[in-house]
């Protein structure tokens, strides 16, 4: 049982900050690093796997300092984002010569044993040339598994795979946590993250944002604040009544300048509502009670960058 601690871990590039006073704690178990593009996944999951060092602060795996620690690398397996390979040898001589680097005592015996892992033995004497996203994808995984590691770091492993090709890998991902293996991953869907893994770690712009487990996460991401824009045939009369609703904490009226309270086809009502399962449930009747006919409601922050920003200043 493995665990890596990162601790007040910054990481800058010249003037950008890419990991920016990240503290947590990756157990047993599969743990999926969550975050919108940029957020430093990537550069945390280097740092991890010894390919980068912090700029301050310590990453450590069962308390020794992982960056230019080659002992450590034996219990290591990392899978890169990139997709560069040799392509001009097969998968089994690329996973073979991993197992060699590694100067295991049985090479071919190591070999077998991972591509048999990612079921690649029926294709591992093809040229990698002519294999799918997903099968490379398979071979990466064989040769970071050929010693294996009790500490296995994916960057952005479901990346470019059709849905078959994502089932198994998430499988093979929840297989390794079974056997107690510390298995990290990173993603930016959060629908990926809530099927494999039972911890999940939130970044957003270099910094830690949250943690938890899904539910956990999911309802830090519902309870938020939600802000809806609304249409309807008489919006002022509808802010009127919408106001006296508990579940709404602010209420805005936008037109083009042809008067509120008429549709004009640009005006609209922007509603905060503070509990969002009761506002949907409750904007439909009291439009009926007021008259008022409702063309349109749409959340208007759903993108994934503002629930991370909520998350991030909390
Ligand atoms: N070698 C580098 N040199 C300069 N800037 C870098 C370098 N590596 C990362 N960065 C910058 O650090 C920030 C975080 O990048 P990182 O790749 O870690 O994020 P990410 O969450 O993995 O995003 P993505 O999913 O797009 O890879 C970005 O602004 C990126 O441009």
Known sequence: ???????????????????????????????GLLGPNGAGKSTLIHMMGGLLGPSTGSVTLDGDVIWRNEQIYRRIGLVPEREAMYDVVT????????????RLPDP????????????????????????SKGMKQRIKMATALVHDPPVLLLDEPFNGMDPRQRLQLMELLREMGRQ?????FS????????????????????????SGDFREIRRLMTERPHQYTIRSDDDRALA????????????QLTSTGRGIGTHDG??????????FAAFVRTLPPLARRHGIRLYEVAPADESLESVFSYLVSR
């Open 187 to 210: 993603s930016h869907i959060l629908e990926e993250v809530e099927q494999v893994a039972s911890n999940i770690q939130v970044m957003v712009a270099g910094r830690h944002a949250a």
């Open 266 to 275: 640009g005006g609209a009502l922007h509603v905060q509502a503070t509990d």
């Open 91 to 102: 998968g089994w001589e690329f996973v073979l010569a991993n197992a060699r680097l590694h």
């Open 1 to 31: 049982m493995s665990t890596l601690q990162i601790s007040q871990v910054s990481r800058w590039f010249a003037n950008v900050v890419a990991v920016n006073d990240v503290t947590m704690t990756i157990g047993p178990g599969v743990t």
């Open 180 to 184: 107690g293996r510390t298995v990290l």
């Open 240 to 251: 009127a009544a919408i106001m006296t609703e508990g579940s709404v904490s602010g209420v």
């Open 108 to 131: 071919e015996g190591a070999a077998e044993r991972a591509l048999e892992t990612v079921e690649m033995t029926g294709t591992q004497d093809r040229g990698i040339a002519g294999y």
